[in-house]
C-alpha cells in the first residue's frame, strides 16, 4: 500500500462541513526483508468532515492509489468516523473516536481488509499542558491470494500452473495509550507510550514528537521505538503543510512509518507530497460561539475561530478581568471555565490587541468606550424564560 501522504490535515471548522480534493503523488519501499516491490503512485481523493450535535464531529474520506511501475500494486480506501469530546469540569474532558475502514489493494498479490477501532479517552488541560488517557480496541478481517505453482507433465509436455487461493484471517487489537504535551510558544512536544495485545503477541511502542505550528503552515516530526513479535523496530517520519491560499495547501511527508498491530503490517518506508484544495464550505461558520454546561459549578464553552492568531486571550468579568489564554484547536481557539448564573461582559486579544468579532452578542460599551461582548446565563435550577427577547443562552 502507498506510504501516507500526510501526517495531519486540516479540521472542520466550527459549525460548517468542508469538502476538500487531494491530489499527489508517494514513493513506498517494501518493509526490509518482506515480500513486495518499491512502487510510485499517483493518489487522489475526497475528504468531507464536519461537525455534529454537541461536541461531536463526523469525517468520510475516499482514497485511490494508482501504481505506476510494473508490479506495482494499485489500491483502493473508504474511511469514515467521528468522534465526540465534553467537559466534565474546567480541566477535565471526556471523549470517544471510532473509525472504520475497508481497502482493496490489487494485483500481484491482492489483499482485502475492514476493521473499526475505538478510543474512548480522558483528557486533562490546564494552561498549555494536557495529558490524554485513552483506551483502544479494535477489530476486523483480512483476506490475501496466495498463488502456489504446480508443474504437471501433460500429454504437451510439462505445464506450469498458478493457482490463487484465498485466506482469510480475523484481526483484534486492544490496549491503551498515555500522552502528555507542553504547548512552548509556537512549539509543542508530545511524549507518548502504548501497549498493544494482538493474536500474534504484544506490541510496545514509545513516541516522542515536535509540532511546530505558524499563520503559515505547520511541520511535525515523530521518533518511535517499538518491541513487537517479530523483534525491534524503529521509526522516524516528519511531515509539512504549508498554505497557500485561503481553502488550499501544499503538503510532504515521509520516513519510515511504523507497524500496525491490529493489521500485523510490519515497518515501511515512503515519501509523499501533493496539494489540498477546498471544493465547498458546507453550512454557516460562526466566528464566535458559546454554551454553558450543567455543573457544580456550570462551565462557560468559548470557542474563537482566528485561523492567523499567534496567542488569543479572553478577558471578562468570569476571569477577573485578567487575560487567560485560550487553547488552540485547528483554527479555533478554546476556553472552559467556572462561570456563575447572571449578566456577564467579556472580549478577547488577539496577539496582544483588544477584538471582538462581529458576530459576538449583546455588543455595547462600557464607561471608557470600550465595546464588549454579554451574555445571560440561566440558573439551572429556575425556570427558563423562553420568550425571544429572553432566550439569549443558546449557541449565538
Same mark, same amino acid.
Given at each position: 500500500? %502507498?506510504?501516507?501522504?500526510?501526517?495531519? #490535515?486540516?479540521?472542520?471548522?466550527?459549525?460548517?462541513?468542508?469538502?476538500?480534493?487531494?491530489?499527489?503523488?508517494?514513493?513506498?519501499?517494501?518493509?526490509?526483508?518482506? %515480500?513486495?516491490?518499491? &512502487?510510485?503512485?499517483?493518489?487522489?481523493?475526497?475528504?468531507?468532515?464536519?461537525?455534529?450535535?454537541?461536541?461531536?464531529?463526523?469525517?468520510?474520506?475516499?482514497?485511490?492509489?494508482?501504481?505506476?511501475?510494473?508490479?506495482? @500494486?494499485?489500491?483502493?480506501?473508504?474511511? @469514515?468516523?467521528?468522534?465526540?469530546?465534553?467537559?466534565?469540569? !474546567?480541566?477535565?474532558?471526556?471523549?470517544?473516536?471510532?473509525?472504520?475502514?475497508?481497502?482493496?489493494?490489487?494485483?500481484?498479490?491482492?489483499?482485502?481488509?475492514?476493521? %473499526?477501532? =475505538?478510543?474512548?479517552?480522558?483528557?486533562?488541560?490546564? %494552561?498549555?499542558?494536557?495529558?490524554?488517557?485513552?483506551?483502544?480496541?479494535?477489530?476486523?478481517? &483480512?483476506?490475501? $491470494?496466495?498463488?502456489? $505453482?504446480?508443474?504437471?507433465?501433460?500429454?504437451?509436455?510439462?505445464?506450469?500452473?498458478?493457482?490463487?487461493?484465498?485466506?482469510?484471517?480475523?484481526?483484534?487489537?486492544?490496549?491503551?495509550?498515555?500522552?502528555?504535551?507542553? #504547548?512552548?510558544?509556537?512549539?509543542?512536544?508530545?511524549?507518548?507510550? @502504548?501497549?498493544?495485545?494482538?493474536?500474534?503477541?504484544?506490541?510496545?511502542?514509545?513516541?516522542?514528537?515536535?509540532?511546530?505550528?505558524? /499563520?503559515?503552515?505547520?511541520? +511535525?516530526?515523530?521518533?518511535?521505538?517499538?518491541?513487537?513479535?517479530?523483534?525491534?523496530?524503529?521509526?522516524?517520519?516528519?511531515?509539512?503543510?504549508?498554505?497557500?491560499?485561503?481553502?488550499?495547501?501544499?503538503? =510532504?511527508?515521509?520516513?519510515?512509518? #511504523?507497524?500496525?498491530?491490529?493489521?500485523?503490517?510490519?515497518?515501511?518506508?515512503?515519501?509523499?507530497?501533493?496539494?489540498?484544495?477546498?471544493?465547498?464550505?458546507?453550512?454557516?461558520? /460562526?466566528?464566535?460561539?458559546?454554551?454553558?454546561?450543567?455543573?457544580?459549578?456550570?462551565?462557560?464553552?468559548?470557542?474563537?475561530?482566528?485561523?492567523?492568531?499567534?496567542?488569543?486571550?479572553?478577558?471578562?468579568?468570569?476571569?477577573?478581568?485578567?487575560?487567560?489564554?485560550?487553547?488552540?484547536?485547528?483554527?479555533?481557539?478554546?476556553?472552559?471555565?467556572?462561570?456563575? !448564573?447572571?449578566?456577564?461582559?467579556?472580549?478577547?486579544?488577539?496577539?496582544?490587541?483588544? +477584538?471582538?468579532?462581529?458576530?459576538?452578542?449583546?455588543?455595547?460599551?462600557?464607561?471608557?468606550?470600550?465595546?464588549?461582548?454579554?451574555?445571560?446565563?440561566?440558573?439551572?435550577?429556575?425556570?427558563?424564560?423562553?420568550?425571544?427577547?429572553?432566550?439569549?443562552?443558546?449557541?449565538?
Amino acid at each position: 500500500m %502507498a506510504a501516507a501522504l500526510c501526517l495531519f #490535515g486540516a479540521g472542520p471548522a466550527d459549525g460548517q462541513a468542508l469538502l476538500d480534493l487531494d491530489l499527489g503523488a508517494s514513493y513506498s519501499l517494501p518493509p526490509a526483508g518482506g %515480500a513486495g516491490i518499491a &512502487s510510485t503512485y499517483v493518489n487522489g481523493g475526497l475528504r468531507l468532515a464536519g461537525p455534529f450535535g454537541s461536541g461531536g464531529y463526523l469525517h468520510a474520506s475516499g482514497f485511490g492509489g494508482l501504481a505506476l511501475n510494473e508490479g506495482g @500494486a494499485s489500491w483502493v480506501s473508504v474511511l @469514515a468516523g467521528g468522534g465526540w469530546s465534553q467537559p466534565v469540569s !474546567p480541566v477535565l474532558s471526556i471523549g470517544l473516536a471510532v473509525a472504520g475502514e475497508a481497502f482493496t489493494v490489487g494485483d500481484p498479490v491482492p489483499y482485502r481488509a475492514a476493521f %473499526a477501532r =475505538a478510543e474512548p479517552e480522558i483528557r486533562f488541560e490546564s %494552561a498549555r499542558t494536557m495529558v490524554r488517557l485513552a483506551g483502544y480496541g479494535g477489530i476486523g478481517a &483480512s483476506e490475501v $491470494t496466495v498463488i502456489e $505453482t504446480f508443474v504437471r507433465d501433460t500429454r504437451f509436455g510439462r505445464r506450469v500452473f498458478e493457482v490463487g487461493f484465498p485466506v482469510a484471517t480475523d484481526l483484534w487489537a486492544w490496549g491503551g495509550t498515555a500522552e502528555v504535551e507542553q #504547548g512552548l510558544g509556537m512549539l509543542t512536544p508530545r511524549l507518548a507510550g @502504548a501497549v498493544y495485545d494482538t493474536p500474534q503477541g504484544r506490541y510496545v511502542v514509545g513516541r516522542l514528537g515536535l509540532e511546530v505550528r505558524s /499563520p503559515g503552515g505547520t511541520f +511535525y516530526a515523530e521518533g518511535s521505538v517499538w518491541d513487537t513479535p517479530d523483534g525491534g523496530e524503529a521509526s522516524v517520519v516528519a511531515g509539512v503543510r504549508v498554505s497557500t491560499g485561503a481553502r488550499s495547501s501544499f503538503y =510532504a511527508s515521509g520516513g519510515k512509518y #511504523g507497524p500496525d498491530p491490529l493489521l500485523d503490517s510490519p515497518a515501511a518506508g515512503g515519501v509523499g507530497a501533493g496539494v489540498s484544495m477546498g471544493l465547498a464550505e458546507l453550512g454557516a461558520v /460562526p466566528e464566535l460561539s458559546w454554551r454553558v454546561v450543567d455543573g457544580a459549578p456550570q462551565t462557560l464553552v468559548l470557542e474563537l475561530k482566528a485561523e492567523d492568531a499567534m496567542l488569543v486571550e479572553c478577558v471578562g468579568d468570569f476571569t477577573g478581568w485578567s487575560t487567560v489564554p485560550m487553547r488552540r484547536d485547528g483554527d479555533v481557539w478554546v476556553l472552559e471555565l467556572p462561570v456563575s !448564573p447572571g449578566v456577564h461582559h467579556f472580549g478577547f486579544k488577539v496577539d496582544g490587541a483588544w +477584538y471582538l468579532p462581529a458576530d459576538a452578542p449583546g455588543v455595547a460599551e462600557d464607561e471608557w468606550g470600550e465595546v464588549q461582548a454579554t451574555i445571560i446565563v440561566d440558573d439551572p435550577d429556575s425556570t427558563a424564560d423562553v420568550t425571544p427577547e429572553a432566550d439569549v443562552s443558546s449557541r449565538t
